[in-house]
């Protein structure tokens, strides 16, 4: 269960964007620091990363844009140790930072605790991040529906079998000639109405109510298209046949397609397109899809996790037909030095996967620079540092082999500890 209830943020201005010197350049250099006390929920990379995260933060704030959120630490006590989370989610704030360059980064303890400090020289990139702020305020609905839905999928099971057994009707709607406007007022008010409904039957009954009262109107094509995939989750979460929610997958996928050709450049269409066709296994194109999302908004953290799984699951299936290079080729698509920094925690798998290619293609040194980026961002991954211990070992670098074995060892690592002297 999570500790905290996620909590809602919205970006703002403190300065005029256009109207004074902070953005009169595209970029600004800032030195920013901060300080992380460590709890007991954290591992020595999530206290590096979050100390890291909040100097950033700060840059951002330096450099003229002021973001108001409810941002506070929770820390709770349970069994005699307590953990601490955020509710600020970073990864945008840090996508706006070109370059970060860490000036000064130590430890101290603080009440036995480890105090992480970091000072750096960040170069933030204003007008980018002024763009991802103006979109994610004008897609914040939409994404609020899309996190709710995610959210609610174990207490709407009951709803799916409801659905299954009782088709949905068509229900005729009288459309006064009172102009476009007013068809359009009122497609929203039915639309709000979906949105803040739970019962599945309702939402996608009132969408498509508001679909046919103004036929330009893509929000209504998105909120259903979302909920046919809920309904596509949950059937395959109770272990349906595919046949049993393909008609779901059908209806959905004709939402976005017919979203995209009323607005090609709409995040969520995008979005929900690469996500029917992940269902359908043609991931080729769903890749291509979610690379659209965010050739639109390069802020579109949604699209870069679906990415992540993408490519890294056909990368292993390259890698386990001995595909060695295409694999590669897969791997350089997803890690590249467009991606910002905050990422690479979460491309890990992917990182430890192109080392195994490396060793296979027998270049250690690009494998033993992948494994210490796995180990940087997961300093207990014992496989990895027993890997990269061999390297350094076949390269005469006894005293860094050494190292890593012990540290093995202590985790845990059996055949570290039979290779220590």
């Not at 039957?201 to 330009?216: F, M, P, V, Y």
């Not at 269409?269 to 890749?287: M, S, Y």
């Not at 980026?373 to 050494?402: C, E, F, M, S």
């Amino acid at each position: 269960m999570a500790l905290y209830q996620r909590l809602f943020y919205s970006f703002l201005f403190a300065l005029c964007l256009w109207g004074t010197p902070a953005f009169s350049a595209a970029t600004r250099t800032v030195i920013a620091d901060s300080q992380y006390v460590m709890t007991d929920g954290d591992t020595l990379a999530g206290a590096e990363e979050k100390v890291l995260q909040r100097a950033q933060r700060k840059a951002v704030e330096e450099a003229g844009i002021y973001i108001e959120s409810t941002f506070h630490d929770v820390e709770k006590e349970s069994g005699g140790r307590s953990t601490q989370a955020s509710s600020l989610e970073i990864r945008t704030l840090a996508a706006a930072i070109t370059e970060t360059e860490i000036l000064e980064f130590r430890r101290s303890f603080e009440m036995d605790r480890p105090v992480f400090f970091v000072r750096i020289r960040a170069t933030v990139n204003l007008s980018s991040l002024a763009e991802a702020i103006r979109r994610l305020q004008s897609d914040q609905q939409l994404a609020q529906h899309f996190r709710q839905l995610q959210q609610e999928n174990h207490r709407l099971r009951s709803q799916l079998q409801e659905l299954q057994q009782q088709p949905i009707g068509v229900r005729m709607l009288s459309i006064e000639p009172n102009g476009k406007s007013a068809l359009y007022q009122r497609a929203r008010t039915l639309l709000e109405t979906a949105l803040h409904t739970s019962n599945l039957r309702d939402k996608i009954q009132l969408s498509t109510d508001a679909a046919t009262l103004d036929d330009h109107y893509v929000d209504p094509l998105i909120v259903r298209g979302q909920t046919y995939l809920l309904l596509v989750s949950l059937a395959f979460a109770q272990q349906a046949q595919t046949l049993d929610y393909a008609d779901y997958l059908d209806k959905a996928k004709t939402d976005f397609d017919r979203a995209i050709t009323l607005d090609v450049k709409n995040v969520w269409a995008w979005v929900g397109k690469g996500d029917v066709l992940t269902w359908l296994k043609l991931l080729d194109e769903a890749a291509a899809a979610y690379e659209q999302v965010l050739e639109l908004d390069p802020f579109a953290d949604i699209a870069r996790e679906r990415l992540i799984g993408i490519y890294t699951t056909q990368a292993r299936r390259q890698a386990d037909s001995k595909a060695w290079h295409h694999a590669l080729a897969t791997l350089k698509k997803l890690l590249n030095a467009q991606t910002p920094e905050s990422w690479i925690p979460y491309q890990k798998e992917a990182y430890a996967l192109r080392s195994e290619i490396y060793l296979k293609l027998n270049q250690p040194e690009q494998a033993i620079e992948d494994l210490s980026t796995v180990i940087r961002v997961d300093p207990t991954n014992a496989a990895a540092l027993v890997t990269r211990a061999k390297l350094y070992r076949d390269r005469l670098q006894g005293r860094l082999a050494k190292d890593d074995l012990e540290l093995a060892c202590v985790l845990g690592s059996i055949p570290a500890c039979e290779q220590l002297p």
